[in-house]
């Protein structure tokens, strides 16, 4: 069966503290991993899409990483405005192709 | 702006009424999903679509019901609303897969 592990579940940082989030998977077969950011009331954004092991992608302060088990979501420097939830998800190649995801991150970062 | 719009933002039922929640995209999307976000327990799925005019079951479909009779639109029943159903509702669209959702902005329910 998928599954999407997250840690920690919540992360508070001061601005300028870099650190990494975790994400734990197994799947029969990755299609693709995907990490989100959600803000308070609001839909999931999309920020990223990782396809095989050893692949980078970066946005801003954001670098997502995966290897064959997991994946990492770093950020350097962050600010106050990356306080969010983060979500990381997961697509298979067996069970029509559906999307798991984790139970997600909550990050703070204070000024 | 282009993307994915869930009516009503915010809905109180009572225990045995029924609603109906509306999602409409824009960007000529095949796939469609309804999920369900509770705390602590993330994203689940409810029903997801692939085309016009067909529908999946998802992770937790018990009370739910879902029609897609246009592309652009994917509408969620709830036939006898229960407490248990109490949530905060996404609709989210795709072009296909292996690319990322784009998420619309919540339906919160209170069945009480």
């Known amino acids: 069966e998928d599954q999407v592990t997250q840690s920690p579940e919540a992360l508070r940082l001061q601005e300028g503290e870099s650190s990494s989030l975790n994400c734990s998977y197994t799947?029969?077969?990755?299609?693709?991993l995907f990490w989100y950011r959600q803000d308070p009331g609001k839909g999931p954004e999309f920020l990223f899409t990782?396809?095989?092991a050893g692949e980078e992608k970066e946005k801003e302060r954001l670098k997502a990483t995966l290897t064959k088990k997991e994946s990492f979501l770093h950020i350097t420097a962050p600010k106050p405005e990356d306080s969010a939830t983060y979500l990381c998800a997961v697509q298979g190649h067996t069970g029509g192709f559906k999307t798991i995801f984790g139970a997600g991150t909550r990050l703070f970062v204070k000024a | 702006n282009a993307g994915v719009t869930q009516t009503p933002k915010f809905r109180v039922l009572k225990t045995g009424q029924s609603m109906t929640l509306l999602c409409a995209q824009d960007m000529n999307h095949e796939y469609m999903y309804w999920y369900r976000q509770d705390p602590g327990m993330g994203l689940r799925l409810i029903h997801y679509s692939v085309g016009e005019g067909t529908t999946a079951k998802g992770e937790v479909p018990d009370g739910y019901n879902v029609s897609r009779l246009k592309k652009q639109n994917f509408l969620l029943g709830l036939e006898s609303a229960a407490p248990s159903q109490t949530s905060v509702y996404f609709c989210?669209?795709?072009?296909?897969?292996?690319?990322?959702?784009?998420f619309g902005s919540g339906t919160r329910l209170t069945v009480v």
């Open positions: 989210a669209s795709r072009p296909g897969t292996g690319n990322g959702y784009t």
């Open positions: 990782l396809y095989s």
């Open positions: 799947v029969s077969g990755l299609r693709g």
